[in-house]
């Protein structure tokens, strides 16, 4: 659909008519995936989403891998409105409310001793790892050390000033960059050489003069690929950070609350990171907020008895909470847990029956129901990712991957839909 057709259907709606060009231009900063055909979403239930022309789309990226128990759920629906009704905002600024009190408890039992020091609430991921980094920052000031910051190459982490910093695409101009040396790459852990290489990458700038002083790691990199790192690597890792005294932080803003078929991606390791930076499904996308989980150690050096100024107006926001809550007792239920690993080892193996009967796949990784399918080039994938939406199913495309992380609701049969969609997206532009 147009914007000519766009405006007419917009001018039946209301009394006066829109410039939806203008509009859309208002609201994004770039419209260069299908800008010739905006996706304006009118209502989603479930899995599915509806345009305004009643176009349905199966979603495979949960929204932008947040709505992970689906639209319109009716037990969230509810909570919505009784805790809206109860306590429609209070803040936390040196005083509390019952919902994040409840939250906190009911969180802090599925977190391991180690990691329950304190957390701090914020509205996106990008505030969240800013908030993490801060908490590093302070540790490197009381040690009296230069803060350096290491990550891997391909890494994303939010587009707030420090956080993208530790993003290799940061577009923030020289003026506003950290200093030469302040930020260090390594290689990311896609294969077992490259996880090795990371190692020793690590190892060798801790002996330079740049020495890292915290290490900002995905457990899976979600926009760079759905690299799932080989088996013990992080616990290879975290004994270079333990050597060092450096502040490792883990970014599970996509893969936390249940995305790898455990509630958090660091249970299939042994180590465990100083901080755990959540987002995304932590309320489903029925709220926005996010945290950063600190460890006790760190929080016992750091936070206690000195000044640490953070927050939000909104930070932990009551509502919020109650629906967080929902949303950790539905996530935790092996039952949902099961169905995420069942359903994602079902779309990698047929990803990979398609990639064998039509060649144009490159390769099929990810872990539970993150999963990514890499094409030759990125404007091939653009153009599989636009057929993909014309045959209904909504994609996103990351680069040249199509990159899969529907709600962890969805049955065989959708991911067969699914599956169905990309291969005839595939056989239609190839």
Known sequence: MRFGELKTMAARETADELDLESRL???????RQFEDDPLIIDRARGIYLYDTTGHRLLDSMAGYWLACLGYGDPEIVKTLARASERLSFWHIFETAHSPVLRYVGELQKYLPDALRGKILFANTGSAAMENAL??????DAQLRRKSVLAHF????HGS????????????????????????QQIPSPSSNSRAQQCIEALDTLCRGEHAPTMLLTEPIQGVGGMVVPPAGFFDELAAVCRRNEITWISDEIST????????????????????????KKIAAGYFPMSGAIISQQLACDVLEDRPFH??????????????ARVVLRRVSDPKLLSNVISRGVQLRT?????????????????EGLMVAAELPKSDFTHKIGQKMRELGVYQLPEGKYLTFCPAFVISPEEI????????RAIVECS
């Open 310 to 323: 953070y927050g939000y107006s909104t930070s932990g926001h009551p509502v919020g909470c109650e629906v």
């Open 25 to 31: 231009g208002s609201i994004q900063s770039q419209l």
């Open 350 to 366: 047929g990803l990979e029956e398609i990639k064998k009967h039509r060649g144009v796949i490159r390769s099929v990784c990810g």
């Open 134 to 139: 801060r908490v590093a920052c302070a540790r």
């Open 416 to 423: 067969d839909e699914l599956l169905n969609v990309v291969d």
């Open 256 to 279: 936390g609350f249940g995305s790898t078929g455990r509630l958090f991606a660091f249970e299939w390791n042994t180590a465990l990171p100083d901080i755990v930076v959540v987002g």
């Open 160 to 183: 707030t000033f420090l956080a993208q910093q530790a993003t290799p695409w940061n577009d923030w101009p020289d003026s506003l960059r950290l200093p030469e040396g302040r930020v």
């Open 153 to 156: 190459d391909r890494s994303y």
